[in-house]
């Protein structure tokens, strides 16, 4: 699972995979605005097929996080 988000990541901030790391945040990766934000959402829920409620969407702010929350929907 963590690749699959890894590439989805990758694809939505539009950075080489080996730039998402642990380290990955919206302050830290400058492409990780407000609105890829929300694209990187929908293409997890597209990809896992679920739905993310919006205090998850708000908290999934690293990858560790975005790890965390998806692991308990899948």
């Known amino acids: ?3 699959k988000v890894k590439q989805i990541m990758a694809k ?3 950075v080489d995979i080996s730039q998402i790391t642990e380290a990955i945040a919206p302050g830290k990766l400058k492409a990780w ?3 890829r934000h929300m694209k990187m959402i929908l293409a997890l829920e597209e990809e896992f097929g ?4 919006p205090e998850e969407i708000g ?3 690293n990858l560790k996080l ?3 929350i998806l ?3 899948v």
């Open 59 to 61: 908290q999934m702010l």
């Open 12 to 14: 939505v901030f539009a």
């Open 1 to 3: 699972m963590e690749d």
């Open 66 to 68: 975005v790890l965390n």
């Open 33 to 35: 605005d407000s609105i």
């Open 50 to 53: 679920i739905e993310f409620e």
């Open 71 to 73: 692991s308990e929907k």
